[in-house]
């Protein structure tokens, strides 16, 4: 890598879920002293950051994204000192911290919103978004939650609803208040100051509503009705833009610092116009993690963040997080991991930052639970239509001990079944697991300019179920061959390239080393072929 290159550029981020990594404690939950002390294991996979979902106290009506203090540690997960301590371990390895910030919304636990709703006169009320009755009776306006019902909840004791975008435990915060504004600015400072490199920020195109939160349209077609209605008032105002050229301000002033964002509602291009020298270095776009397995729609994806994200951002990607099913259980079939080795290698050569989440490199599958089971607020809301986020935030599978060594008598979660045959330990053992397939694709990413700084270029397709792409810089030129079907196909090299000699960087099924000289190359099923030209 080279010695300019940035760390959140050129480098893998891992999304932890604190409560299900590691728990040493024996109480069923994950805790910070069992991430610090898998520090080693995640400098042998290679990555050079740590996101961890929120460590911030939580009454968990949904499971951290509901804090009731930004400056504290839940117990749970351990205390200041433990965190502190995580800290400068994963920096003594090269590993940076990233922290996810729900600023959107508190809990209704936070002392701010126990405050807000004594009074209509107190301090704090305005801190949140109440509101009358409308004239007829009923909520101010029109909006709904998307955890389901209407996103105003009625507070008998002070005649007024207070809006929530999602549970009625997570009431929205003000930010037109310029003490809310100041305060969660300082929040920033104070991790900052603790050493922390960076930030995840949660929904952070919500912070700012229309000041007169007027109803929003109406559209004729969804299933529900936040889906029947155009999301034009509680998202994506123009306020948001020079907050965050106040908070990228901020991080600048730290150093090598780095924020991204995760936004909601938003196109590709709405996505990217939130990223630039002034704005936040990346946020999330979900379209690749949305595709099916095709490769015209892994393509089409590819060139919809290319596009939006020109020469202004730096692109990121991801095909698992604690929000949706794991791509092993969408990709695969059964326990045969060989379409998770293909996205894996899509991933880790894609122009642009990529995020992993704990147990993909394993190939994880979501548990399945009956109704009785179920924890995620989604789920015991819109079950069985949707089951929740439960099944994709399952214990991390280390061994085949009790528990799958994520504890040693409890989870708060069950453990998927098939950890006593899918686990770390069993892994790190086999030349052609998964585990090692993705070591292998890391540290190449590491050693060659072109995968982790090149250009990209989409070649047109010669065959609908292989993608192919060069990544390429001044000194290297490197083509990636990706196929998604378990039969044998040939891949008929494009004119432009086909007059160049090729040798194998990477494959499972051929020789290092080995020159392709012919126009022609017969691809094996879910074949990753990696050459490098000579």
Not at 80 to 98: G, T
Not at 466 to 476: A, C, N, W
Request: overall charge negative.
């Amino acid at each position: 890598m080279s010695k300019n290159s940035l760390w959140w550029q050129n480098g893998i981020i891992y999304q932890i879920y604190p409560r299900s990594f590691m728990d040493t404690t024996a109480n069923g939950i994950g805790d910070l002293n069992g991430i610090t002390n898998k520090l080693d294991y995640l400098a042998d996979l290679g990555v050079d950051a740590i996101w961890l979902s929120p460590i911030f106290p939580s009454p968990d009506v949904d499971f951290g994204y509901d804090v009731a203090d930004y400056v504290a540690i839940d117990p749970r997960f351990g205390s200041m000192v433990d965190f502190d301590h995580l800290l400068k371990e994963s920096h003594k390895r090269n590993i940076h911290i990233i922290l996810d910030l729900v600023l959107n919304h508190t809990s209704d636990q936070h002392p701010w919103f126990k405050e807000s709703r004594k009074s209509r006169d107190n301090p704090y009320h305005d801190w949140y978004l109440w509101k009358d009755p409308s004239p007829k009776g009923g909520p101010p306006n029109n909006w709904c939650s998307i955890f389901g019902g209407s996103g105003w909840e009625f507070d008998t004791q002070l005649g007024q609803y207070y809006y929530h975008m999602f549970c009625t435990g997570q009431p929205d915060l003000n930010w037109r208040h310029p003490e809310v504004r100041e305060t969660l600015l300082n929040v920033f400072k104070f991790w900052l100051e603790r050493g922390v490199d960076g930030f995840r920020l949660d929904v952070f195109n919500m912070y700012f509503k229309h000041s007169e939160l007027p109803d929003n349209p109406k559209k004729l077609i969804g299933l529900r009705p936040f889906d029947r209605q155009v999301h034009k008032y509680e998202v994506s105002q123009p306020e948001m833009d020079p907050l965050l050229n106040e908070i990228r301000q901020l991080l600048d002033s730290y150093g090598s610092t780095y924020v991204v964002g995760e936004t909601f509602l938003a196109s590709p291009e709405h996505t990217a116009s939130y990223c630039g020298q002034d704005k936040l270095h990346a946020a999330f776009n979900f379209e690749l993690a949305e595709s099916p397995w095709k490769v015209k729609r892994f393509t089409r994806a590819i060139k919809n963040w290319e596009k939006a994200v020109e020469d202004h951002a730096w692109p990121n990607y991801f095909l698992n997080n604690h929000d949706v099913t794991r791509s092993s259980s969408r990709y695969c079939r059964g326990e045969d991991d060989a379409r998770a080795k293909v996205s894996a290698a899509m991933l880790l050569t894609l122009r642009g930052t990529p995020f992993m989440y704990y147990g993909e490199e394993i190939g994880m599958r979501d548990i399945s639970l009956k109704h009785s089971q179920i924890l995620d607020p989604v789920g015991k809301r819109y079950w069985p239509f949707n089951k929740g986020r439960d099944g994709c935030r399952a214990p991390m599978q280390w061994d085949d001990s009790v528990n799958a060594g994520f504890s040693s008598t409890a989870s708060w979660l069950p453990v998927h079944p098939d950890y006593i045959s899918r686990n770390v330990s069993k892994q790190k053992t086999e030349p052609g697991s998964l585990l090692n397939f993705y070591k292998q694709l890391i540290q190449l990413r590491k050693e060659h300019p072109a995968l982790n700084q090149g250009s990209l270029s989409i070649l047109d397709p010669q065959n609908k179920s292989i993608l192919s792409y060069l990544r390429q810089t001044p000194d290297e030129n490197i083509l990636i061959l990706l196929n998604f079907k378990q039969k044998q196909i040939t891949y008929q090299l494009p004119k432009q390239i086909a007059d160049q000699n090729w040798r194998v960087l990477f494959s499972e099924k051929r020789q290092i080393e080995e020159l392709c000289q012919e126009q022609s190359i017969l691809m094996t099923p879910y074949e990753t072929l990696i050459l490098v030209a000579d």
